[in-house]
C-alpha cells in the first residue's frame, strides 16, 4: 500500500528552483510584488540565499507559466495583464468555475457543505477587519476548495493556472471601500446551490459569480 508523503517528502522531493518558484509566486499573491515590477536576480539571491542558477530555472518556468516576462537586455519583469486578455481569463475562469459546480452540485456531502459554511464564517469575519490583505487569500482558497472538492485533477490543474495569472489583477476589485460586499453575497449563494445539489443552479451561480466579479473589474479600471 502507497503511504501518504508527509510535508518532509514533498519538500524533499521538489528541486530548489521549484521552492524558489513558489516563494515568487507566493510574493505576487501577496501583492508583495506587483505587476511590471522587475526581478532582479541578486535580490532573490540574497533574500532566499540560494545560487543564481535556481533563479533563473525559476524565472524561466514562471515566464512559461505566463507570468513573467524575459527582456533581453532589460531583464524580468511580472507581466502586465492587458484588458484582452484580463477579459479571456475570466471568460476560462466562468467555464472553468461553472463546470466545477455542475459535476460537483449532485456528489458534494453534507460535512464539505458544512466546511465551505465554515469557509464562509472565516470571510465574514477577515471582511470585518477591512484590510484587502485578510480577506483575499481566503477569498482565493475558498474557490480553490470548491474546485477541489470535484475530485478532477485536471480541471484543478487548469483552474489553478488561470487563478496564477488572475493573481496579476485581481486584488483591485477588492481594494475600493465595500469591494468584498458583493462577493460575500454571491458566496453565500454558491454555498446555497451547492447544498441544493441541483447542477444546472451551482453552475449558473459560480458562472454569474465570474461574470459579476469581471464586471466589478471594469467599473474600477475604465
Known sequence: MASTMTNLDL????????????????LIKAGEIAAGA???????????????????????????????KLEKN???????????????????????????????????????????????????AAAATGQVGDYFPLNIAFHDRIVEMTGNITLLEFYRRAIDRMHLLRRQSFSAPGGSNPSRQEHRAIVAALESRDPDLAAAILRKHVENGYQRFLDINT
Open 38 to 68: 522587475k526581478l532582479n536576480e541578486l535580490t532573490f539571491v540574497q533574500l532566499l540565499r540560494v545560487s543564481r542558477a535556481p533563479i533563473r530555472e525559476a524565472f524561466r518556468a514562471l515566464e512559461a507559466a505566463g507570468l513573467v
Open 11 to 26: 519538500l524533499q522531493s521538489r528541486t530548489l528552483a521549484d521552492l524558489v518558484q513558489q516563494e515568487i509566486l507566493r
Open 74 to 124: 532589460r531583464g524580468v519583469f511580472v507581466r502586465e495583464i492587458s484588458g484582452d486578455e484580463a477579459r479571456e481569463l475570466y471568460q476560462l475562469r466562468a467555464i472553468l468555475d461553472e463546470t466545477a459546480g455542475r459535476y460537483l452540485a449532485p456528489r458534494i456531502s453534507d460535512t464539505e457543505i458544512i466546511e465551505l459554511q465554515g469557509w464562509l464564517t472565516r470571510l465574514e
